[in-house]
Each structure stands twice: as C-alpha cells, then as structure tokens.
C-alpha cells in the first residue's frame, strides 16, 4: 500500500533525525523507524563541533543544545600513582567566538540527551519515532520505492507489511541493510591490534571522588589504558568509560561488571572509587571504512550507514549531521520539483572526498594515541581543523566561483575553508551587526546566521551602486521568495536613509563585518548565493555567473513550480 508520507528514513540515530527535521522544516513528509525496542542509552559521539553547532542554528535547535551542552571538558592524565597530574590540557582549546564564527567551541552532549533534543523538534511538526520497526527488505523503481517493514508490539507479536514512498534514507548504523541491499561497497580495514572497551557506569559519590568538569585518563593506550569522563549535567553520578590498549584483553573487560572494575583498578590504582549499576559495557574494534558512492536512485546512505571509523577525533556523528544537511535540502528541491533527478548526483560528488579526508585524520590520531609514550602525547590533541570551518566543496561540480584559477593549487576538503579567503563550496560566515535600512537601528539590528535558513537560498548583494542593484535584483525576480531570499548589503558607509530596492532585506553593514568576511573590499566578486545547508553556492561578480549557478540547480519551470509551493504544509 502507498505511505501518504515521502519519505521513509531507517535509524533514528543523530543522522536520521537530522535528516527528517531538514525534510519536513521543507515541508517534505516523512517516517522514522528504528528496528531497537527502546531508545538507546549512553554518551556515545558526544562531542558536538562548531560545524555541527551552525548547523543546528539553521535548523532552530541551537539554543536548546547550548542550554544542554557545556564547553568540552579538560583532560587530565595521571602519573603510575593515580592521582598526581602528569598532564592537564583541553582536548580542543578554547577560543573566543569571531563576528565569522560565533561558535567557535565543541560541546559535550551525550548521545542520548542529544538525540532526545531532536527528537522533541521533530514532534513540533507530529512527528514520532517509530520502534521495534525493522526495514527487511525494499525494491525501488523510476517513482518509488516499495519496503517491506516488520513491526514488533510491546508483548513481542510481530507484523509484517508493505509501504511504498517516493524516497528512502538508510542511517541504519555501520551494518546497514540500505547500504548492503544497494550493494555499496564498503572498503577499508578493520584494526584487530587496537583494544577498545565502551561503556557508561554509576560512580558512587562522585563529586567527593573525581572532579566533574574533567575527562581523567590513566595509563598509555600503547600498553593498557582507562578513562572515565562524567556526565555533562551537574550532580550526576555517571561517568562515561573509554579504555583499553595493545595489551588489553577487550573481550575479558567487557565480560562483567566485576572484570571491568578489577581491570580499571588495575591500571589506574584508584581503588578508592566505588562503582555502581554498570548502564552498559561492551568491546569495540576501530573500523575505518567509507562507500564508493552515497546511493543509486531514490534511496541513499548516510551517517554510520556510509562511513566509518575509530572514536578518536570526534568526527563521525558531527559528519553525519553534515551529511544530512547536504542531502535533506536537495532532496527536497527534487520532490518540489524544483530540480531535477539528476541533482541528487551531487551528494555523493560532495560527500565522498570530505569524508575521505576525514577518516585519513582520525586514523592518524589514532596512530598516534596506540603509539603513544610517556612523553608523547600527541593522540590526546585534537587540532583546530576538527572544528570542521575548513570543511568544503570547492571542487563540487554544482558550485560557481569566479576567483581566478591557480592551476597549482592543492584543494584539501577539511582544511581549504578556512585558509583565510573566501570562495565558493566554503561555508558562509556570519556577520553581527546589520541595520535594516529604514528602520530605527535599536530595533532592526540583524546578523546574516539569523537569515540563513534550511529551505531557502540566500542572495547576498555587497554594493552600494544602484545600476548595479537593479540589474543584479531584475536577473532573479523570477524566483519567489520561498526559494530565493534577496538581501542587498550596503557598506558601513553609505549615507542611504530608504530604500525602493526590489529585495525582501536591505542592511547597512554598520560595523563593516559583512563587507570583511566576505572578502568584498580586496576583489570584484561581489555577489554571493548562500545555500540551504549554509554553503557559499556561488561567488561571482554579476549576472551571468549568477545564471550560471541557478541554471545548473533549478528546472527550467522553476518560477511557476516555485509558486505552487507556496502554500505547501505537510
């Protein structure tokens, strides 16, 4: 039978619910399964980056994650006796937030606590997460695709069914049906030498015991291991565990409570922390594995479902986030039939280098962290490019950039973006400080990041010549404004009181912020399309390279298309 909703999304993880929020913040329908009985407990991929945070901001959920979510803690490692200092250093060191970067610092929120957030935006539009429902098979054609789902009750009868949807999203985890049944490949290595052990456990009397603002670690991982980072809510007694090493036995750790305690005892010397219920215990082997492409047709992979690698470097879930805001917006655009099928190609094209580079850097730390000595530590230090600012699709075939060519320069997906210039695939910096013409100032102070948003374009004009105003504003007045939002920037200098400009926002750069993150005053290219997903989509110098950009995204019928949409609800 045929699902009145869109889209159908397997794993309810951080991946699928950020996919699903995207989606129906588009207005596009959709319905979110996981095969588990229960939501998941523990504080896996609990590190949030700044990439990740200005993610949220455009989806409306940062304020609740800021409220939840404090600054990393600081790590501090342990000389033989257990309790002396050796080492004490942030794992990402604090910086103060820029007018570019107002969110400069990773915060800790444990998985569980994270993905019930996001679970409560998505019932602001109705939308539940369905358990105990198992994706067992799915067949797709030119429209549709068909899915066999298995639905398990609380007394443990099950049901089988069909449903059929316009499209599929597998962020199924890294044994993914979606992704085996599409018979993606998934290449890579399994690193057997490496012991992990995960888990999260009560600590009794913990604020008397160990200090909660810290992430504490004893031993080497080149020999054995153990950490123990506490929860991030004040007066909780639970503590996240991490540990193991070359000379570690995983499989025997993780066997009991009783053989965890006498194992972190052993390495740590603290036999004077007494331990509570374990929540959960359990070894773990660092794949490091990614797909050759990221879907074929009308189902896709993302998340775990598509790649893969060791914990170290906090990358995996902040990747997938990024992943499903790449994907949700074009997907969207296909249904509304603003672009065609083929645009959805371009998922996998920006996709797979960012994530090639990003496991090369997790799997250098984690080099580093089993190589580890005494007076190397090196694996503990996350650097400034794990922030993912310089994460980018400079090379993708969908976006425009009229800076002049240098044949011999070198692209690195993770790093390009924030090498200090401004070009198109970068992400789009923010800009405080923005008074809208005509308006009392106290009033209308605006920043570009609360204009921004997931389902629209943004035009951002940076010129105060009003031939050039026109001519730029007349090119585009086809695109409605659900699509396409016409900002004019005028500089900090400009003595305009009104303005009759045929754009929706019209700002004075009163603290010339704009003008310097984008890079207006030292070249021509003064024209910029931000995208859905907060990506610079063009930079270009007029009309034609606007042109350019929007005739390799949108349908030729996109103004017509565009205006039936206008009163679209899910």
């Known amino acids: ?47 949030l980056s700044p990439r990740t945070l200005e993610h949220y ?55 569980d606590r994270h993905e019930a957030l996001l679970r409560r935006h998505l019932a602001k539009f109705g939308v539940f997460v369905e358990l105990g429902t198992e994706l067992l098979d799915f067949e797709q054609d030119e429209d549709s695709v068909t899915a066999t789902l298995c639905k398990t009750n609380a007394v443990g009868e099950t049901v089988e069914g069909t449903s059929t949807f316009k ?27 490496e012991n992990f052990v995960i888990g999260d456990i009560y600590i009794k009397d913990l604020e008397n015991k160990l200090d909660q603002k810290i992430w504490h670690v004893w031993g080497d991982a ?96 902040n990747t997938g986030v990024q992943d499903c805001m790449n994907l949700g917006w074009k997907l969207a655009m296909v249904e509304k039939g603003l672009a065609p099928k083929t645009f959805m190609e371009s998922y996998t094209h920006e996709r797979l280098p960012v994530v090639a580079s990003m496991l090369d850097q997790t799997t250098a730390l984690l080099n580093k962290t089993f190589g580890r000595t005494p007076d190397n530590f090196d694996g503990w230090k996350r650097g ?77 004009l940076f010129s ?34 009104s303005s009759d400009l045929p754009a929706e926002l019209v700002f004075k750069d009163k603290d010339g912020y704009a003008y310097q993150n984008y890079a207006i005053k030292s070249r021509t290219l003064d024209t910029v399309v931000v995208r859905p997903d907060g990506v610079i989509g063009a930079l270009v110098s007029g009309v034609d390279g606007l042109k350019t950009y929007f005739d390799g995204i949108f349908t030729p019928d996109v103004e017509k298309v565009a205006s039936s949409l206008k009163s679209l609800t899910i």
Request: hydrophobic share 35%.
């Open 1 to 47: 039978m045929s699902d009145s909703r869109t889209v159908l999304i397997s794993g309810a993880g951080p991946s699928g619910l950020v996919m699903a929020l995207t989606l129906l913040q588009n207005g596009i329908s959709v319905r979110v399964i996981d095969r588990i009985s229960q939501f998941q407990v523990g504080q896996r991929g609990a590190a």
């Open 57 to 111: 901001k455009l989806l409306g959920c940062l304020e609740d994650v800021q409220k939840a979510g404090p600054i990393l803690h600081t790590l501090v490692l342990y000389d033989e006796d257990g309790v002396t200092r050796k080492r004490e250093m942030p794992m990402f060191p604090i910086e103060d937030n820029t007018p570019a970067a107002p969110y400069r610092n990773v915060l800790v929120l444990g998985q």
């Open 167 to 193: 499209w599929l999203v597998g962020a199924d985890g890294a044994t993914s049906f979606v992704r085996k049944k599409l018979r993606l490949s998934f290449l890579g290595t399994c690193r057997e030498a």
């Open 222 to 317: 080149s020999r054995k291991m153990a950490s123990l980072r506490p929860y991030e809510i004040p007066g909780d007694d639970r503590c996240y565990y991490f540990g193991g090493g070359l000379e570690a036995d995983r499989d025997l750790i993780s066997s009991s409570r009783e053989e965890f305690i006498k194992s972190f005892y052993e390495v740590s010397g603290r036999t004077d922390i007494e331990f509570g219920d374990l929540i959960y215990l359990r070894p773990y082997r660092p794949n490091i594995r990614m797909v050759d492409k990221f879907g074929s047709g009308r189902v896709f992979v993302a998340g775990d479902a598509s790649h893969v690698h060791s914990p170290t470097g906090g990358q995996g879930m």
């Open 384 to 460: 400034y490019e794990l922030r993912q600012f310089g994460v980018n699709y400079r090379g993708s075939p969908i976006i425009v950039d009229e800076t002049p060519s240098d044949a011999s320069e070198i692209v690195d997906p993770y790093r390009s973006g924030n090498d200090g210039t401004v070009r198109g695939g970068d992400r789009a910096p923010d800009a405080p400080g923005l008074i809208s013409v005509g308006q009392p100032s106290d009033k209308y102070l605006s920043a570009l990041f609360d204009i921004f948003g997931p389902t629209h374009h943004t035009l951002l």
């Open 464 to 497: 105060d010549d009003k031939e050039k105003q026109f001519a730029i504003l007349e090119s585009v007045k086809k695109y409605p404004a659900n699509i396409l939002k016409r900002v004019v920037v005028l500089s900090e200098n400009t003595d305009i009181k």
